[in-house]
């Protein structure tokens, strides 16, 4: 390993920079800090064999109104070392112009491993791990995608799509593998969550590999017009798939869920959140344990929703409390569902029954091995019917139940 090599490099990418010429750095491991980006960096390693290592005193990379930033197969091990109380992350680039990070590791990082600011452009193929709070925060995207990177091990969250206010972002987050997501800080769902949205708007998360995290595979909180696509969402601590707040429109379709306290909730319109369709997935092996005392009705729900949501063409296997649950006190909306196919489970669906209540369509669909009753009307949390799918008439004028087969 080489001394501290701050002031060489410092020198070669200000050069490099006046010139519009790439820094290509040879195999070895280089101490550095308070490196400062100019205007244009292009930074180019071997891949697992160039290493860039934080000596401490302040930050590694950090960089604003740039004009262009690629970074290709470098490793930046932030060795766990403190960074200042201005920097946000190991490598910290604020409005960074057109943005490539290929190839390259970020590894160690005391606070978050890159932290990202009106960036346009890609982050790929790339690892970041151990990370104190988030593997990677992208606040003010200006059309930023993030694909095929290995995440892992962070305390906090993995990826993170934010913005100040709500409004369009169209960050594309696909093919990435989210691995081991702690929640550090603590918290009912702000952190432990593999990916997450916030007033990020028209943001489509696809084809992603989610596992063990300590609240969601993937979070949207007040994030409208979300795509959350063809995802596989293993053992989450809290709600594997959460549609929460202010929202208006949601995709969430193709999704695998196995193992959560809860499997898809699309909820909130309470606050506003409304307009969803539910297709296609398959949510299983569901827990009434989760991080924390749950919240009425509690955890072991396959699928939740409550407002202008059409629930289509799902399976729900071992739900012990709900297989799905329709509403939530008043707060229940022109919803369908149809041709779901729910076994195991402890009701197979809940539809709320509260007086001022929408309407709510439930047919064509299979339940099977329903313990507690196959369609049951609730107000709040008290059973208030008998079982709805063999009723002889129709008691409530908002509801259609029909042509459902109990097993």
Same mark, same amino acid.
């Given at each position: ?68 930033v690629e970074l290709t197969g470098v490793a ?94 169209? %960050? ?9 997501? @702690?929640?550090?800080? =603590?918290?009912?769902?702000? !952190? *432990?969550? /593999? ?16 596992a063990d995290c300590a609240f969601s595979a ?60 539910? %297709? ?9 344990? @989760?991080?924390?005392? =749950?919240?009425?009705?509690? !955890? *072991?729900? /396959? ?6 949501t059409a629930v289509t063409g799902n399976v ?92």
């Amino acid at each position: 390993m080489s001394a501290d090599q701050s002031a060489a490099l410092q020198g070669l990418i200000d050069q490099a920079s006046e010139r519009n010429e790439p820094v290509v750095l040879s195999p070895g491991s280089y101490i550095a800090a308070n490196l400062t980006l100019p205007r244009r960096l292009r930074l180019i390693g071997v891949p697992g064999a160039t290493r860039i290592i934080y000596g401490g005193g302040g930050h590694l990379l950090y960089g604003s109104d740039l004009e262009h930033v690629e970074l290709t197969g470098v490793a930046f091990d932030g060795a766990g070392l403190w960074l200042g109380d201005e920097i946000k992350a190991l490598l910290d680039f604020r409005r960074p112009g057109a943005l490539l990070i290929d190839r390259c590791e970020i590894l160690n990082s005391a606070k978050t491993g890159l932290a990202l600011e009106g960036a346009a452009g890609r982050v790929e193929r790339s690892t970041i791990s151990n990370a104190t709070e988030y593997a990677l925060y992208s606040v003010q995207a200006r059309g930023l995608t993030i694909n095929g990177n290995t995440i892992s091990d962070c305390s906090d969250g993995g990826i993170l799509v934010h913005r100040w206010e709500p409004g369009e972002d169209g %960050t594309i987050v696909f093919d990435n593998q989210v691995n081991r997501i @702690g929640a550090k800080s =603590g918290g009912t769902g702000q !952190f *432990g969550n /593999g990916i997450n949205l916030y007033r990020a708007h028209t943001v489509t998360v696809t084809d992603n590999k989610v596992a063990d995290c300590a609240f969601s595979a993937i979070r949207a909180n007040a994030a409208s017009n979300a795509i959350i696509t063809s995802n596989s969402c293993l053992r989450s601590g809290e709600t594997a798939l959460y549609v929460e707040f202010e929202f208006e429109g949601a995709v969430i379709g193709n999704n695998i869920v196995d193992g959560a306290a809860n499997g898809i909730s699309v909820v909130n319109f309470n606050l506003g959140g409304r307009m969803a369709t539910v %297709t296609g997935n398959i949510v299983r092996n569901l827990s009434t344990t @989760g991080p924390y005392p =749950g919240d009425p009705p509690g !955890f *072991g729900i /396959g699928i939740a929703v409550e407002a202008d949501t059409a629930v289509t063409g799902n399976v729900v296997e071992n739900a012990p409390l709900f297989g799905i649950n329709i509403g939530w006190g008043e707060f229940m909306r022109n919803v369908t569902a149809t041709g779901n196919t729910i076994q195991d489970a402890g009701i197979g669906i809940s539809v709320s029954v509260v007086d001022g209540t929408g309407s709510a369509v439930i047919s064509n669909n299979v339940l099977s091995q329903v313990r507690n009753g196959a369609i049951v009307g609730h107000r709040w949390t008290e059973r208030a019917t008998d079982d709805l799918a063999t009723a002889s008439d129709q008691p409530f004028a908002n509801l259609t139940i029909a042509n459902n087969q109990v097993n």
